[in-house]
């Protein structure tokens, strides 16, 4: 079977891949895998930066392909300077714990969001770092609301889950039933892919 290192922290996005690697014959490494974490400046412009910078840091202590990922949110009718892109974790230099993102980003969706909510799109681009070659693949998920009412449920690694409507379903990301997610799972078959041709 072939291996591959996510040099992420984040269990939930582990989550979201773990399975359909392994049913193509890739098993998902993460860093609790390694016995050293390594300090990565994420310093890039984009999304696919940003993925590249953590994928070759790592690549370079393992001998296995090593895949990172980093995602922008956009948010409509929301001024430039206050736009997440990639730093929607961070916001004026510093680093916002679960509970101060849903404070700050309901408060955005109170000052902005028409009736308290704001219509947002996440960009996201992955990385992909073996034997000197690199690879990116970029995608995007469907617009979704931020609104200024949290919901009382918390999903850890994703924060606004608790202040996002999905469109379809008129219900809070985290209030979303397993037989909802059937008839809406996104198809990230192509990511697979992308992930399965490059290791």
Same mark, same amino acid.
């Given at each position: 079977?072939?291996? @591959?290192?996510?040099?992420?922290?984040?269990?939930?996005?582990?989550?979201?891949?773990?399975?359909?690697?392994?049913?193509?014959? @890739?098993?998902?490494?993460?860093?609790?895998?390694?016995? +050293?974490?390594?300090?990565?400046?994420?310093?890039?412009?984009?999304?696919?930066?940003?993925?590249?910078?953590?994928?070759?840091?790592?690549?370079?202590?393992?001998?296995?392909?090593?895949?990172?990922?980093?995602?922008? /949110?956009? /948010?409509?009718?929301?001024?430039?300077?206050?736009?997440?892109?990639?730093?929607?974790?961070?916001?004026?230099?510093?680093?916002?714990?679960?509970?101060?993102?849903?404070?700050?980003?309901?408060?955005?969706? $109170?000052?902005?969001?028409?009736?308290?909510?704001?219509?947002?799109?996440?960009?996201?681009?992955?990385?992909?770092?073996?034997?000197?070659?690199?690879?990116?693949?970029?995608?995007?998920?469907?617009?979704?609301?931020?609104?200024?009412?949290?919901?009382?449920?918390?999903?850890?690694?994703?924060?606004?889950?608790?202040?996002?409507?999905?469109? $379809?379903?008129?219900?809070?990301?985290?209030?979303?039933?397993?037989?909802?997610?059937?008839?809406?799972?996104?198809?990230?078959?192509?990511?697979?892919? +992308? @992930?399965?041709?490059?290791?």
């Amino acid at each position: 079977m072939k291996e @591959i290192l996510f040099a992420t922290g984040n269990p939930s996005k582990v989550k979201r891949f773990e399975k359909g690697l392994l049913d193509n014959g @890739i098993k998902l490494k993460t860093l609790k895998d390694l016995s +050293f974490d390594v300090e990565v400046e994420e310093n890039g412009k984009s999304a696919i930066e940003n993925a590249l910078i953590k994928a070759r840091a790592y690549s370079k202590l393992v001998d296995i392909p090593v895949m990172a990922m980093d995602d922008n /949110l956009y /948010l409509e009718d929301v001024p430039q300077d206050k736009q997440p892109g990639m730093y929607v974790r961070r916001v004026n230099g510093k680093r916002l714990s679960d509970e101060e993102m849903i404070e700050y980003y309901s408060n955005l969706a $109170k000052e902005y969001g028409k009736d308290g909510k704001i219509t947002c799109r996440w960009v996201y681009g992955m990385a992909i770092v073996f034997n000197g070659k690199e690879n990116t693949y970029t995608w995007s998920k469907d617009d979704f609301y931020l609104v200024d009412k949290p919901t009382n449920k918390i999903d850890p690694g994703y924060p606004l889950n608790t202040i996002s409507i999905n469109k $379809k379903f008129n219900k809070y990301f985290t209030d979303i039933t397993e037989e909802d997610k059937k008839s809406f799972q996104e198809d990230e078959s192509d990511v697979i892919n +992308f @992930i399965f041709d490059n290791v």
